[in-house]
């Protein structure tokens, strides 16, 4: 059906589309990789007024559009759906501007993270958004996603750092509101309507990010805990102790022991198992100072109880092996073709009950239940996977669809979201009931259907 209009975008944006065998298999689907579906048209704007136009067309011919950044996305948003023609930021790349005073950058949205890490190195600044995809992902997608990532305890997810940002909305009206100061009170904050609509309401063009100075120190410690409760007194404590808490990520054994066996190069480097680690880590302004404190805390800690041990990284090189760890993630993901992979939120006060509840209500089911648990824990963000390892793919495949049902279920039942990160894009669309209220969905459709009356902006996504 796409066949008809492609002389008519490619008279409008020349050398932008691909089409037919120029069209490769990147187009077709993202991280999650579910459901994927080659797209008949991509169109690769190089200017933010391409975007513009292409969307102005769009709408006139009621054509849907779904927005791809570096398509590493987990929810199946940027995999491209019947008769959608994908538009692709990847062309449309590059710093702006850095603004050493004000302590900001800004980028177009096809930018890679990666890139932009660099880019606030190189000015002696530090931009702390980080997550595992930062080669592949742009700061649009970060943006469209409100992404996560493993500093979100200090530095807040990505809505925190964005101070302004250029979107083009469906019928092509370019909005700009490229601020660069912390306070901006003047009316609606319209950004807040484009970060984490994930590209439902506009296609994210340029963005400005709040920079920080460079941290001195840092120092990261893997430690080992019996019970969950001595793990959110430690959290706390530390936090009340230590300037600036940056990460706290939390895995249970049913985790670690599991990127372990997968990962034989890998060593354990406590002596005995133990039920839960973290993986911690602290910045500061003064090198020896910090290393000081954060010693003496941990000594403190281990002295008192609770702290079972604690392994501190003495050099760069560990501290990237606590990492290894927690990014061994991949490795399952990449051994496991059917299974249940859930971003999901829990308040930390009901997170040790939810874990058990998922554990029990599966396991009454599932035959041969695998589980792996891990997460940013104290941003109430849990990451769990789950699959079954007995008989045949149906049936693999069956249990994982009634996993994903119960799951959630668990999670609405004791107030938690579906995803606490990743986005709802068209994998969780059924259910966001379970986390919003049926006044919340009303207000966002109202929303919808007044930014994108024809809904021509990745339908079927989100709501
Ligand atoms: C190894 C790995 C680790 C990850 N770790 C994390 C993590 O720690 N925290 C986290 O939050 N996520 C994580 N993710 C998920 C993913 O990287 C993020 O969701 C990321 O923000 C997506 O960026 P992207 O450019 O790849 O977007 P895409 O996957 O291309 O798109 C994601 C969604 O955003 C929309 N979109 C993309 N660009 C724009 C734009 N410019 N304007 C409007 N809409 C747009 C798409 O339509 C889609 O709905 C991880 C993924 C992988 C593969």
């Known amino acids: ?55 102005a067309y769009c709408s006139a011919n009621r054509l849907s559009v779904v927005t791809q950044g570096g398509l590493t996305g987990l929810s199946g948003g940027a995999t491209p759906q019947q008769d959608e023609v994908a538009l692709s930021l990847e062309l449309l790349s590059g710093i702006t501007d ?19 890490q660099q880019a606030a190195q190189d000015a002696g600044f530090y931009l702390p958004l980080d997550l595992g995809a930062r080669g592949s992902c742009t700061i649009g997608g970060n943006v469209a996603t409100n992404a996560g990532g493993n500093q979100v305890l200090y530095y807040g997810m990505t809505r925190a750092l964005v101070l302004g940002l250029t979107a083009v909305t469906a019928d092509g009206t370019v909005v700009r509101s490229m601020n660069k100061m912390l306070k901006n009170n003047a009316g609606y904050d319209i950004k807040q309507l484009f970060i984490g609509s994930e590209g439902t309401l506009g296609v994210v063009t340029e963005v400005v990010l709040r920079l920080y100075p460079q941290a001195v120190s840092k120092k990261s410690a893997l430690c080992a805990f019996s019970h969950f409760d001595d793990v959110v007194e430690f959290l706390q404590a530390m936090q009340r102790r230590l300037p600036k808490v940056t990460a706290f990520e939390l895995m249970w054994s049913n985790y670690t022991e599991r990127v372990y066996a997968m990962n034989p190069s890998y060593r354990d480097p406590f002596n005995k198992k133990h039920p839960l680690y973290v993986l911690i880590e602290a910045e500061g302004g003064d090198l020896e100072r910090d290393s000081q404190l954060f010693d003496e805390v941990l000594a403190d800690y281990l002295e008192q109880g609770g702290l079972v041990d604690a392994v501190i990284a003495q050099s760069h090189a560990d501290a990237e092996k606590f990492w290894q760890l927690r990014d061994g993630v991949m490795s399952i993901l990449a051994n496991i073709k059917h299974r249940a992979n859930f971003d999901v939120g829990v308040p930390v006060s009901v997170m040790s009950e ?50 994903y049902q119960k799951v959630y279920e668990i999670v609405g039942d004791m107030d938690g979201t579906v995803t606490a990160e990743h986005g709802v894009g068209a994998m969780k669309r059924k259910y966001l009931h379970l986390c919003r209220s049926e006044e919340e969905i009303a207000l966002m459709r109202l929303l919808k259907q007044a930014m994108d009356p024809k809904g021509i902006l990745n339908p079927n996504r989100v709501l």
């Not at 050398?15 to 048209?41: C, F, M, R």
């Not at 950058?105 to 890139?115: D, V």
């Not at 041969?368 to 495949?397: P, R, V």
Request: charged residues 25%.
């Open 1 to 55: 059906m796409l066949d008809k209009y492609y002389r008519e975008i490619e008279n409008l944006l020349p050398n932008s589309v691909l089409v037919g065998d120029a069209v490769s298999d990147k187009y077709a689907v993202d991280w999650s990789a579910e459901d994927a579906h080659q797209p008949t048209i991509v169109v690769r704007p190089k200017r933010v007024e391409d975007v513009s136009a292409l969307l």
């Open 98 to 116: 850095i603004d050493q005073q004000s302590m900001t950058l800004s980028a177009l949205a096809g930018t890679p993270l990666a890139e932009l």
């Open 354 to 403: 939810f874990v058990q509840r998922v554990e029990q209500v599966l396991s009454e089911t599932i035959n041969d239940l695998k589980l792996c648990t891990f997460g940013h824990m104290a941003d109430g963000n849990l990451h769990i996977l789950a699959w079954t390892d007995s008989g045949g793919e149906a049936d693999k495949a069956k249990a994982v669809a009634f996993i």
